[in-house]
């Protein structure tokens, strides 16, 4: 149970203690009681300012990473680490690469050792691929998506050397698919590691 996951990554020091992760993405639910003792700062880059706008996304990807309330039914994998959300995209599907590009920069000011990104595009987007060289420079490690288009290969930026690219596997441990070899994980040479992707318990906007 959640209460024995705590204690035991308490006992073995695996909390995220004293690691700064920047999540990039939709935005987060900043009042959400599994987060908000994590949260150090928020910044908005879309000009839509910090509401969630009904998009989930931030907020569960937020909850993967250090979510810190097993009474509320839901633990991080580092439920002490301190969580700095930047919203570069407005809606799941909608962003661009000016506000990443920023997001990245503000990530880089903020010190942060790691920056997720759980974006993507079948395209390069103009700047990333520099921005994300600057964070490496500067000893930050990008987890990126991998993507979801299956067979066709990794999104961008998840396809530059510099990041760790993750793909997502089922319950079953076999590679997710809702469509096989189409709306799946993608594969491909640049993938660097698999890790459970469907079905995972997080966190949830309180109010949409």
Not at 115 to 134: C, M, Y
Not at 163 to 183: D, F, K, Q, T, Y
Request: aromatic share 4%.
């Amino acid at each position: 149970d959640l209460l024995s996951l705590a204690a035991a990554l308490e006992r073995y020091g695996l909390q995220g203690r004293g690691i700064k992760v920047a999540v990039l993405d939709t935005g987060v639910d900043l009042k959400h009681p599994a987060l908000v003792k994590n949260i150090r700062a928020a910044e908005d880059f879309t000009n839509t300012g910090l509401e969630i706008n009904g998009q989930y996304h931030g907020t569960m990807v937020a909850g993967v990473v250090a979510a810190a309330s097993p009474s509320s039914t839901v633990i991080g994998v580092a439920p002490k680490a301190e969580l700095y959300l930047g919203k570069v995209l407005k809606t799941k599907d909608e962003g661009t690469g000016e506000a990443l590009c920023k997001g990245i920069a503000w990530a880089i000011e903020q010190r942060v050792h790691l920056i997720n990104l759980s974006l993507g595009s079948p395209e390069e987007v103009e700047g990333v691929h520099t921005a994300i060289q600057a964070a490496i420079k500067a000893g930050i490690f990008i987890i990126c998506a991998a993507g979801n288009k299956g067979d066709s290969g990794l999104d961008y930026p998840a396809r530059y050397d510099e990041c760790i690219a993750v793909g997502a596997v089922a319950r079953n441990n076999n590679r997710w698919e809702e469509l096989p070899g189409e709306i799946a994980s993608a594969i491909g040479e640049q993938l660097d590691i698999m890790a459970v992707g469907a079905n995972v318990l997080s966190t949830f906007p309180i109010e949409l």
